[in-house]
């Protein structure tokens, strides 16, 4: 049973920084293409970072320069990095893994950024 597991969120002042963590269980994670998503309310899901199971990355315009999506295939884990966060940022983020037409979500983690 695939198992995606968010960590890292939390409150953060803006310009400040955050790292979010995917652990991924159940799965051979290295085939997987990696995903994260924001939700903000009332908002609908978005796109914010992809990577590949060959590690291509693709982000959305909003956060391009300032996060960066990574994966770590020998821990099953998955990263995204937040910086320069701004107000805007504030949302849950979700991990999505993506096999074919195999997709599967994380139960999410709150980000807050507010002074």
């Known amino acids: 049973q695939v198992q995606l597991v968010e960590s890292g969120g939390g409150l953060v002042q803006p310009g400040g920084s955050l790292r979010l963590s995917c652990a991924a269980s159940?799965?051979?994670?290295?085939?997987?293409?990696m995903g994260w998503y924001r939700q903000a309310p009332g908002k609908q899901r978005e796109l914010v970072a992809v990577?590949?199971?060959?590690?291509?990355?693709n982000y959305a315009d909003s956060v391009k320069g300032r996060f960066t999506i990574s994966r770590d295939n020998a821990k099953n884990t998955a990263y995204l990095e937040m910086n320069s966060l701004k107000p805007e940022d504030t949302a849950t983020y979700y991990c999505?893994?993506?096999?074919?037409?195999?997709?599967?979500w994380g139960q999410g983690t709150q980000v807050t950024v507010s002074s």
């Open positions: 990577i590949t199971s060959g590690g291509s990355t």
């Open positions: 999505k893994a993506n096999f074919r037409q195999f997709d599967a």
């Open positions: 159940g799965m051979i994670f290295s085939i997987y293409n």
